[in-house]
């Protein structure tokens, strides 16, 4: 089994940064890869970034150059750097863990919101 505990999201003006992190708790295993998704109102949930322990990423078109996703395998915990926020970037993220980059994995964190708004 595997906790997610995603933190940082909050309100933010188009334009500015913020930073998400999510700590993972449990089998070592499970989060090889490690990753951010996000769920606007009315819409799917959508792949934003994933990366795996060995440093592999892999980001959604729409934000390559304005995020950046790392990680701390010490700490076993993803962070996302989001910056040149835009109101379209709002949604719930959701931190994302599981065995392997060729499928989503099984383990979901709560969700945090993002709100990008003037």
């Known amino acids: 089994q595997v906790q997610l505990v995603e933190s940082g999201g909050g309100l933010v003006q188009p334009g500015g940064s913020l930073r998400l992190s999510c700590a993972a708790s449990?089998?070592?295993?499970?989060?090889?890869?490690m990753g951010w998704y996000r769920q606007a109102p009315g819409k799917e949930r959508e792949l934003v970034a994933r990366?795996?322990?060995?440093?592999?990423?892999i980001y959604a078109d729409s934000v390559k150059g304005r995020f950046t996703i790392s990680r701390d395998n010490a700490k076993n915990t993803v962070y996302l750097q989001m910056n040149s926020l835009k109101p379209e970037n709002t949604a719930v993220y959701y931190c994302?863990?599981?065995?392997?980059?060729?499928?989503?994995?099984?383990?979901w964190g709560q969700g945090t919101q993002v709100t990008v708004s003037s």
């Open positions: 990366m795996s322990r060995g440093g592999t990423t």
């Open positions: 994302n863990a599981g065995n392997t980059l060729a499928e989503v994995g099984r383990y």
């Open positions: 449990g089998s070592m295993f499970s989060t090889t890869v």
